[in-house]
């Protein structure tokens, strides 16, 4: 399983020909309290760097933008009884959807882990 | 002529950087400085040594179970003094007073002539002024403002040296009980009252108010003893700093609007519903500006109210969201989050004035979904002013 990292910082993990979304520790941490996420419909079509998904904060509303192209097939159920788990666990447990790779050359433009570490070492 | 003459002649002229008293305390303290009414402000605060954790939920919630410590040195200190400055300000101001005794505070709006909200502020009575705090976004434009219509004999005072904290919650007055002496004990100063007492022989003005809908005390003091004050209070078991983003969240739940938000010159008193604002004896009588349109709006009612709304689900709605009745647009959101202590989104908006009764079942539409919402009176969350045994 690899995994990759966006500008945006959301993380995704390819396993096969699905991938997993969801956004960085970094980011949850910058958002701060966590009280709704609005996953994509399953069977949705996202686009690379478009509107896939909106966590809410105590303060305000963010876009989670869309790592690849591909059709959304699972979303992440127990975020809607328990959003914070995107504070708690933003990497493993607060996963917000599963997806299908469209592209698999999109994801060449992607940072692994020590490049995204190196990125938000410079924000 | 030097740079200092210039400012001289053009004092209302924002400066560009400004930096508060407490910049350096909130950065030791954790932090999170954001942009705010040309300063940088701590959003919310993180760190291990903090007794809540950080984050605006706990914070917030801190500040409804113990007692936040809130720098708001952002907002305007103003005195105005000179003997006709009681009738200059009733010329401006929708205030009587005359029944405004010396250590007292009240609630008053700085209006435009066609009745348009420029600022909410507070009014104090001091023995030989009047002490006025305005929102710190607007207080450049107050100044120019209260500036070209107070007469040549009327002065006023921008306290630029000042800073103000509020401490809130229902554990402030145990951890501030213990360190401050006055002219009477602080048990005696209840809501809406205002004293002159000192913390370890640093002099301050205390008014028992604030901003949160709990108890709690603003404090007025030299901005050069902010951080020993600021830091001898954050000792106290009771007693963490609060930043912005709870103060947003608080002062939501008490119903209590934001300048900027919930009011702006396109907004009246009436709609806004602040009548407490608009003194009784002169609401007929008028002789300040802006009574013309607050008079007809009085009379025959204002088109548009400013009501509460539970919001259903867990989505919440925010400024600017458009509020329907059925296929019909009635209104508008102008704040809106996630009440942490209901547990649910809540927000203030603007409707028609049909759709202001409590219990309206309505709509907002957010992200091309439809919420549902209610009309809901405020506050939200029964406020906890300390009013006298």
Known sequence: ?123 | MSEDTLEDIHPDDMPEEQVLPLDAWHRAMGGRMVDFAGYKMPIQYAGEHLKHGGGIVAEHSWTREHAGLFDVSHMGQLLISGAGAEAALEALLPIDLSTLEVGMQRYSLLLNEDGGVLDDLMVSRWPDAFYLVVNGATKWDDIAHLREHLPDDVTLNHLEDRALLALQGPEAFAALDRHVEGEYPLSALVFMKFGHFTIGGVGMSISRSGYTGEDGFEISLPAADAEKIATLLCVEPEVEPIGLGARDSLRLEAGLPLYGHDLDPATDPVSARLLFGLAKSRRETGGWMGHVTCAKMLAEGSPTKRVGLKVEGKMPAREGAIVFAGDTEIGRVTSGGFSPTLGYPIAMAYVLSDYAQKGTELEIEVRKKRLEAAVTPMPFVPTNYYRGE
């Open chain 1, 1 to 123: 399983m690899a995994r990759y990292f966006t500008d945006e910082h959301e993380w995704i993990d390819v396993e096969g020909d699905t991938a997993t979304v969801g956004i960085t520790d970094y980011a949850q941490e910058q958002l701060g309290d966590i009280v709704f996420v609005e996953l994509p419909e399953v069977g949705a079509t996202v686009d690379k760097g478009g509107d896939a998904a909106v966590v809410e904060s105590v303060k305000a509303a963010s876009d989670v933008y869309a790592p690849i192209t591909g059709e959304v097939v699972e979303g992440n159920a127990s975020l809607e009884d328990d959003p914070a788990l995107v504070n708690t666990s933003p990497e493993e447990d607060g996963w917000f959807f599963k997806m299908t790779i469209g592209d698999k050359s999109e994801l060449d433009g992607l940072m692994d882990a020590k490049a995204y570490e190196a990125f938000v070492a410079e924000l």
